[in-house]
């Protein structure tokens, strides 16, 4: 072998693994990228005495949601618009005229911030009697709430 192409075959091998080292920073970067602007939707439900009866929707993830659909199910049941806040109320047997329930829609194309919460569903005032507390937070256990969103990547996630 001469030293002509031992020069040349050691400056192919070295420029191959610049170009692969290259494509994999490249992946990598990508990835991260992706990572850092996540969403991620969490729903808390709580029912105290004296304080609001509330299940909320807060965005913990790292990015904002761009929601495509929310559902709400009563035991399983779809509750479709539009008087969905009156549907709910009467399947969860919570009408009562002394509260004051409030309710809240996401709509598809809504932005939902990072640290973005919201009520979806609220009673104003549980002053009632620590059983009446007890059987609000176990009828907030009856309902599910689907929300379909995306990152700003269109990644496409479900709650």
Known sequence: MNLELIISCSSIVIALSASAATIWQGIL???HN???VKPFLRI???AELGKKGEVRLINVGAGPAIIDSMAVYVD???IDNPDLKVKMLNALNLIDPTENGHYYTLYPGEVFAVG???YLFEMS???K???YCAEVERQFKRLSFVIKYKSIYNDNFSL
């Open 29 to 31: 970067m990508r990835k």
């Open 34 to 36: 992706r990572l850092s």
């Open 44 to 46: 808390d439900n709580n």
């Open 76 to 78: 399983g049941k779809l």
């Open 116 to 118: 973005e919460s919201h």
């Open 125 to 127: 005032n549980i002053s």
């Open 129 to 131: 009697t620590a059983k």
